[in-house]
């Protein structure tokens, strides 16, 4: 949420003249009274005049869910393309640009909980079935207080529903990054990763470890690799993950390919 600042000038009345100092020191206190609510007013129509997406306390990710229902009716559905899927590591990734070669739609909304994707999940699919879905979600939920058991089942549970609906796409999961302001909750952010790893195989989709890539030298995370808040990824940390995902993405298509040369 965003806060206006506002400061308070310090007037001082002197005499000045031989003119009476009481009316230069009622000026300066109306002032004083003033100045600070016109900052105020100015702030809160500044503020107003930014629409935060998740402003609404009952269902705060309403403006981002409708504007992916704009775009399925407005837009022309992408077919054969790549579904990205998940929280704001998501929604911050410029996929367009990132993987020119291939279409995508981009689901990733900030501050998503995986069961905030699963709540939302039929009005985030796009019209036509995608080649190909990459998902990042689950860090969210530990920073919420969630255990980690409960987090790779529902992770899994999401899974499991894409590989339902999509029984022909390639499903791929990414593994929870680590990052410098939640460093503390690595350990619980691998054993999440390591409990969907093991059931990659059986339930039928592939995992990808981004998390390594995001580390320095020393085993900690590499700040240059961050934005500021030290949470989302700069372009540079978004370069490690499409050389990747694109590596990936390379990879099942020449499987693709194969199998249809040998139908």
Same mark, same amino acid.
């Given at each position: 949420?965003? %806060? !206006?600042?506002?400061?308070?000038? *310090?007037? %001082?009345?002197? *005499? /000045?003249?031989?003119? @009476? ?23 809160? +129509? ?7 997406? /998740? ?8 403006? +981002?869910? +409708? ?5 399925? +009716? ?14 704001? &590591? ?9 993987? @020119? ?13 995986? *069961? ?8 985030? $699919? @796009? ?15 530990? #920073? ?7 987090? #790779? *089942?529902?992770? $899994? ?17 990414? &593994?929870?990054?680590?990052? @410098? ?11 999440? /990763? ?18 390594? %890539? $995001? ?15 030290? $949470?989302?990824? /700069? !372009? ?28």
């Amino acid at each position: 949420m965003q %806060t !206006a600042n506002t400061s308070c000038a *310090r007037f %001082t009345a002197t *005499r /000045n003249g031989g003119k @009476p100092w009481g009316r230069r020191l009622l000026v300066a206190a109306l002032v004083a009274l003033v100045f600070p609510a016109f900052a105020l007013s100015q702030a809160a +129509e500044q503020d107003s005049s930014q629409v935060r997406v /998740n402003a609404d306390p009952t269902f705060p990710f309403s403006r +981002e869910i +409708e504007a992916f229902a704009q775009a399925n +009716e407005k837009g022309a559905a992408v077919s054969n393309a790549t579904l990205f899927l998940g929280s704001s &590591s998501i929604r911050l990734w410029d996929i367009q640009t990132s993987f @020119p070669d291939v279409g995508t739609v981009n689901r990733g909304f900030g501050g998503a909980t995986t *069961r905030d994707v699963l709540h939302y999940y039929p009005r985030l $699919l @796009p019209p036509a079935k995608p080649r190909s879905v990459i998902v990042y979600v689950g860090e969210n939920d530990l #920073a919420a207080g969630a255990h980690p058991q409960d987090v #790779a *089942r529902d992770v $899994l549970v999401l899974l499991k529903r894409l590989r339902a609906d999509y029984p022909k796409a390639h499903i791929a999961y990414l &593994s929870l990054k680590p990052s @410098p302001i939640r460093w503390t909750l690595w350990p619980k952010m691998a054993a999440v /990763n390591m409990t969907v790893a093991a059931r990659a195989r059986v339930q039928g989709f592939d995992y990808i470890d981004v998390s390594k %890539t $995001l580390l320095a030298l020393d085993g900690l995370p590499d700040a240059s690799l961050f934005r500021k808040d030290g $949470l989302h990824m /700069n !372009a540079r940390g978004y370069d490690r993950w499409t050389h990747m995902v694109d590596a990936y993405l390379d990879h099942v298509g020449i499987d693709d390919s194969r199998g249809t040369a040998a139908s």
